[in-house]
């Protein structure tokens, strides 16, 4: 989804899946949260990507 500062990943369900930390080797990587509920990425394409593996 949309984010300020670019695109957003979130979990639905943070008891059967986390943003994992392997997000913040991805290129355009801005945030994670400590939780795991989401990440932010800066490129669109490469959010949508990252997030197909989830």
């Given at each position: 989804?949309?984010?300020?500062?670019?695109?957003?990943i979130?979990?639905?369900?943070?008891?059967?899946?986390?943003?994992?930390?392997?997000?913040?080797?991805?290129?355009?990587?801005i945030?994670?949260?400590?939780?795991?509920?989401?990440?932010?990425?800066?490129?669109?394409?490469?959010?949508?990507?990252?997030?197909?593996?989830?």
């Amino acid at each position: 989804m949309p984010h300020a500062n670019g695109w957003q990943i979130q979990s639905f369900d943070t008891t059967v899946t986390l943003v994992p930390e392997s997000v913040e080797d991805l290129e355009g990587f801005i945030f994670r949260h400590a939780s795991g509920f989401m990440a932010v990425l800066k490129d669109y394409a490469v959010a949508v990507e990252f997030a197909k593996t989830l």
